[in-house]
């Protein structure tokens, strides 16, 4: 069974960037489609960016010309690059399928932006 362990949350200044990444305990070259969600304090939980197998994307209106999903499914990764963070971008990061797989869910990795 394939566990996701998120890595690479800090605390950023604004304007700064942080590197994600989520590192699977199997393959994930058959799993279509990723994703990044994120959990700020006192929200739901929402989806942030997702990357398909043959490397499209799509992201949030929130985060869109500022992150960049990728994936390598040769080192069973996915990535989050997050440039010129903002407060609002602080959460709790996760990663996962689309659709979400609760078996899934790891302890995520705190990002947190200060103004």
């Known amino acids: 069974q394939v566990q996701l362990v998120e890595s690479g949350g800090g605390l950023v200044q604004a304007g700064g960037s942080l590197r994600l990444s989520c590192a699977a305990s199997?393959?994930?070259?058959?799993?279509?489609?990723m994703a990044w969600y994120r959990q700020a304090p006192g929200k739901q939980r929402d989806w942030v960016a997702l990357v398909t197998s043959d490397g499209i994307t799509n992201y949030a209106d929130s985060v869109k010309g500022r992150f960049t999903i990728s994936r390598d499914n040769a080192k069973n990764t996915l990535y989050l690059q997050m440039n010129s963070l903002k407060p609002e971008d602080t959460a709790v990061y996760y990663c996962n399928t689309v659709p979400k797989t609760s078996k899934y869910w790891g302890q995520g990795t705190q990002v947190t932006v200060s103004s």
């Open positions: 199997g393959s994930i070259s058959s799993i279509n489609v």
